[in-house]
C-alpha cells in the first residue's frame, strides 16, 4: 500500500474505535514481559512478535489462514489460557478497529480504493489497528497492530 493510502486508511480506522478485552497465552517469558512492559508496543511489533501464520496446519487446526503480522489474540480467555501457561489480557478502549469478517468489509476497501483483496490489507505492516480476521461461533480471533488504547496486563 503507498503511503498516502496508507496513512488515509489509518485516519480512517482511527474514527472506528472498539472497546474489548480479548487475550493470549505463551509459554515464553520473555515474550509475556515484552507485551506487559508494552516493549517496542507501535506499529514496530508487528514485525517482532507474531509475523508468522494463525490457526496453520502446523498449528493442528487443520485449515491454513494467513492473516499478517501481529499479536494474534482470542475474545475466549479459556482458549487463551491453552496456548501457554501464562495468559495475558489486552484491555482495548476506544482502539481503532477493523472488521473484515463482515460483507460491509469488501465495500470498505472498496470505498478507500485499496486493491489486491482482503490480502492487501492482512499484509499491511503498517496498518495501525485492531483487526477481526475471524467470527466463528463461541469466539472471536483479532490480530492486533496498534498500542492506541491497549493496555496489557497478566491475568
Not at 106 to 124: D, F, H, L, T, V
Not at 135 to 145: F, K
Amino acid at each position: 500500500m503507498d503511503p498516502e493510502l496508507l496513512k488515509k486508511v489509518n485516519a480512517e480506522l482511527a474514527k472506528q474505535t472498539v472497546t474489548i478485552t480479548l487475550y493470549t497465552g505463551s509459554d515464553n517469558a520473555t515474550l509475556v514481559a515484552n507485551f506487559i512492559s508494552r516493549h517496542l508496543f507501535d506499529t514496530r511489533f508487528a514485525d517482532t512478535y507474531c509475523p508468522q501464520e494463525q490457526g496453520g496446519k502446523k498449528a493442528g487446526r487443520g485449515f491454513n489462514a494467513y492473516y499478517g503480522p501481529g499479536i494474534y489474540l482470542t475474545d475466549d480467555r479459556l482458549e487463551a489460557q491453552s496456548y501457554g501457561p501464562m495468559t495475558v489480557k489486552f484491555d482495548c478502549v476506544n482502539t481503532p478497529f477493523l472488521d473484515t469478517t463482515g460483507t460491509g468489509f469488501a465495500k470498505w476497501r472498496k470505498s478507500m480504493n485499496i486493491g489486491g483483496g482482503p490480502q492487501a490489507i492482512m499484509n499491511e505492516k503498517g496498518l495501525a489497528a485492531l483487526i477481526k480476521v475471524v467470527n466463528s461461533p463461541g469466539r472471536s480471533y483479532y490480530t492486533l497492530r496498534t498500542g492506541v488504547g491497549v493496555t496489557p496486563s497478566r491475568v
